[in-house]
């Protein structure tokens, strides 16, 4: 899932954004994350 999204930045966005994780897998940045909340929303990828 991350793959898909990392991807899909790359194309739309270019190197505008760092998606390094950390050790727990989760994105450093805040926008970032808040980016992958959202792709993952609207794909119907949350896990309630």
């Given at each position: 899932?991350?793959?898909?999204?990392?991807?899909?930045?790359?194309?739309?966005?270019?190197?505008?954004?760092?998606?390094?994780r950390?050790?727990?897998?989760?994105?450093c940045?805040?926008?970032?994350?808040?980016?992958?909340?959202?792709?993952?929303?609207?794909?119907?990828?949350?896990?309630?």
């Amino acid at each position: 899932m991350h793959k898909a999204f990392e991807i899909w930045v790359h194309q739309r966005y270019g190197s505008r954004y760092d998606l390094t994780r950390d050790c727990d897998g989760f994105y450093c940045r805040e926008v970032v994350k808040r980016m992958f909340d959202v792709w993952r929303h609207c794909r119907g990828l949350d896990v309630v």
